[in-house]
């Protein structure tokens, strides 16, 4: 099994539409973080998580929400899903920060948004 | 505000050729330097970083990168490519400070022909 697990892996929803993304991890890592990626953006950080208690906004927070409701899950909703927000969206666990450590990615969920 | 610079989306090379993908930093304080790979459908899982010490860096799968401080570069090699190279492969940078702000470059799509 993998150690990073995102459901679903794929998804078409339409707009207006509440969705929600769940991923769930088996590294034992205290932090998990959302990113989506855009064809020729690379990644860029939605939400993250230091524990249960405390989420942080990252750089297009905008739009999304999220729910820590275990050490291991993490899940990402988007209210009233939009066309912009199609994208391939990646969960992530890590032992510390990103900035040093290694992160443990899961293999995408893609959302489109018609 | 750090950012990262790939240069060029799209990089071909022959089976058995040198793969040479580029990486320019730019950060006011001394940079952690990573190099992730993203093989179709997969997440991303980490090929080597940087933090301290020696400037060559050695990763998995036989790629290596130097960093180059006067050049604010870190380019990414292998001697000889192997047709399961193809994949995207994403450089980041944080600070030192161990922040949570990991930020990716556009990524590469490495392409190899037999």
């Known amino acids: 099994d993998a150690d990073v697990t995102q459901t679903p892996r794929n998804r078409i929803t339409k707009t207006g539409k509440r969705i929600m993304l769940e991923c769930s991890q088996t590294?034992?890592?205290?932090?998990m973080y959302w990113y989506r990626q855009d064809p020729g953006l690379g990644l860029r950080l939605i939400y993250y998580?230091?524990?249960?208690?405390?989420?942080n906004k990252g750089e297009i927070s905008d739009g999304y929400s999220v729910s820590r409701q275990a050490q291991a899950k993490f899940s990402l909703s988007l209210e009233s899903a939009i066309p912009n927000q199609t994208a391939l969206y990646f969960c992530?666990?890590?032992?510390?920060?990103?900035?040093?450590?290694?992160?443990?990615f899961g293999q995408g969920t893609r959302l489109t948004v018609v | 505000a750090q950012s990262v610079t790939q240069l060029g989306s799209h990089v071909s090379v022959s089976e058995g050729a040198l793969v040479l993908l580029r990486c320019n930093y730019s950060?006011?304080?001394?940079?952690?330097l990573f190099w992730y790979v993203q093989y179709p459908n997969q997440g991303l899982q980490l090929l080597l970083k940087?933090?301290?010490?020696?400037?060559l860096v050695k990763g998995i799968n036989g790629f290596e990168a130097e960093f180059k401080k006067s050049e604010t570069s870190f380019h990414l090699t292998k001697p000889s490519a192997h047709m399961s190279d193809a994949a995207e492969y994403f450089c980041?940078?944080?600070?030192?400070?161990?922040?949570?702000?990991?930020?990716f470059g556009k990524g590469t799509k490495l392409t190899v022909n037999p």
């Open positions: 998580s230091f524990d249960v208690k405390d989420i």
């Open positions: 950060s006011s304080v001394p940079p952690y």
């Open positions: 940087y933090t301290t010490g020696a400037t």
């Open positions: 590294k034992g890592h205290d932090r």
């Open positions: 992530a666990t890590s032992d510390g920060g990103l900035g040093r450590t290694e992160a443990f």
């Open positions: 980041a940078v944080s600070d030192q400070g161990g922040s949570e702000k990991l930020v």
